[in-house]
Nanobody
Framework: QVQLVESGGGLVQPGGSLRLSCAPS????????MAWYRQAPGKQRELVAS???????NYADSVKGRFTISRDSAENTVYLQMNKLKPEDTAVYYC????????????????????WGQGTQVTVSS
């Protein structure tokens, strides 16, 4: 059974940075597509960024140029570097993993991801 363990959330001022980490336990994630989703109070869960098993990436328009998703096969970890944070980035952030993933195609739909983390809170406020 794959479990996704997220870390790195917290409270940060507008314009600040945070780095989220997601480490799948019980599985090697090199053949899986990975993603970060977020859900703000009263809103639907939305895709933030996704990365294919081969490293191709895709971002929501609202985070392009500010967020970077990356994967480290040696550490079996996927990261979300978040810079220039805004109050509207406040949400619970979830890591997601597919069962398998093609090397050059990212997955964008929640149903394409089988495994989900518990979520980590990110609050951007002064």
């Amino acid at each position: 059974q794959v479990q996704l363990v997220e870390s790195g959330g917290g409270l940060v001022q507008p314009g600040g940075s945070l780095r989220l980490s997601c480490a799948p336990s019980g599985s090697i994630f090199s053949n899986k597509n990975m993603a970060w989703y977020r859900q703000a109070p009263g809103k639907q869960r939305e895709l933030v960024a996704s990365v294919s098993s081969g490293g191709s990436t895709n971002y929501a328009d609202s985070v392009k140029g500010r967020f970077t998703i990356s994967r480290d096969s040696a550490e079996n970890t996927v990261y979300l570097q978040m810079n220039k944070l805004k109050p509207e980035d406040t949400a619970v952030y979830y890591c997601a993993a597919s069962v398998f993933g093609p090397p050059t195609m990212t997955y964008e739909m929640p149903h394409e991801y089988k495994y989900w983390g518990q979520g980590t809170q990110v609050t951007v406020s002064s």
